[in-house]
């Protein structure tokens, strides 16, 4: 007779809850933390390079710890690409873009856009399965698109807050991070999140640095203050190695679906640490769009459970 496995305990739920809302709010920090580097004339290609080259010995040494060395050095070679492919789309190509687009606009507004992905994965999906969405997850869509709308301040034409060129940047990155999500939720079943984590995390560095150095050379890293090394190096630990591992392990013990939902936390943390550090201010309308998009959030990720299995 096949037994069912032990349910998780309440307690194990609440601190897998809370690591998801712990990194989701680290995470939305980054955008503050960007802006304090700006002012201290570090561009944002030198920027993304330096906190990828940080964070990458923290992320291998995890990996080797947690799996050992020989797990991960016999990872199957197409496994291996995907990741990198995946890092390479959406932590170089993606991270560009996003960390120009803070060169551009509010960091509120930029952690806001950002979470159009998941509407940009349904229709990914859509596409992939040549299916038209479900009516749940169409108006889901439409609540994140309107929300979007609202956000970057377009019922103002007169005061259009959000520079549009760097709106794009935003759902430019916005669309390489669900690929990212639609090939990590492949290959993750396969050879698991941490490694998986670490290949992308890794083919993405070496993509940053790279770039760096073809562009600009190694002169201008000489001439970072030390108060700048000291915010690249949290921004590369604690606001990339540490909440990449805790959204990883707090998705293990909730399950993706609650994940989502919890991690819906980023965006008020955002925007309440930008009106406290950066003076920022978002208008009625503009909280209106942000309330939107959560819910188009919680809506998309309620129907997903709601499906027949």
Do not use: N
Request: net charge positive; hydrophobic share 60%; aromatic share 10%.
């Amino acid at each position: 007779m096949q037994h069912d496995p032990p349910r998780p305990s309440p307690g194990y739920l609440v601190v897998g809850a809370l690591l998801v809302a712990g990194g989701a709010m680290l995470f939305a920090s980054k955008g503050i933390i960007a802006k304090r580097l700006y002012a201290m004339d570090v561009g944002f290609e030198a920027l993304t390079a330096i906190r990828a080259a940080i964070a990458m010995p923290f992320f291998w040494a995890f990996a080797a710890a947690r799996e050992g060395v020989a797990i991960v050095r016999a990872t199957r070679g197409r496994a291996v690409l995907a990741a990198a492919l995946a890092g390479f789309v959406c932590y170089y190509v993606g991270a560009l873009l996003d960390f120009a687009a803070l060169t551009m606009i509010d960091a509120s507004i930029e952690r806001v856009l950002m979470f159009s992905y998941p509407a940009i994965v349904v229709l990914f999906v859509a596409v992939q399965q040549r299916r038209w969405p479900q009516g749940p997850v169409l108006a889901a869509v439409a609540l994140t698109y309107v929300g979007i709308f609202l956000a970057v301040g377009g019922l103002d034409h007169r005061d259009f807050r959000a520079d549009p060129l760097g709106v794009a940047l935003v759902l430019g990155s916005a669309v390489t991070y669900a690929i990212y999500f639609m090939i990590g939720a492949r290959y993750t079943r396969e050879i698991g999140s941490s490694r998986f984590t670490l290949f992308a995390m890794s083919a993405a560095a070496v993509a940053l640095v790279l770039h760096h150095v073809a562009r600009h050379g190694v002169e201008v890293v000489t001439r970072i203050p030390p108060d700048g090394w000291l915010w690249l190096a949290v921004l590369g630990v604690f606001v990339m190695f540490f909440p990449a591992l805790m959204q990883a392990e707090g998705m293990r013990r909730i399950g993706a679906q609650r994940g989502a939902l919890v991690s819906t936390a980023g965006p008020p943390t955002t925007i309440l640490l930008a009106w406290l550090f950066l003076d920022e201010r978002m208008t009625a309308w503009q909280l209106g769009g942000v309330a939107l998009i959560v819910g188009g959030i919680l809506v998309l990720d309620l129907a997903r459970g709601a499906r027949p299995a």
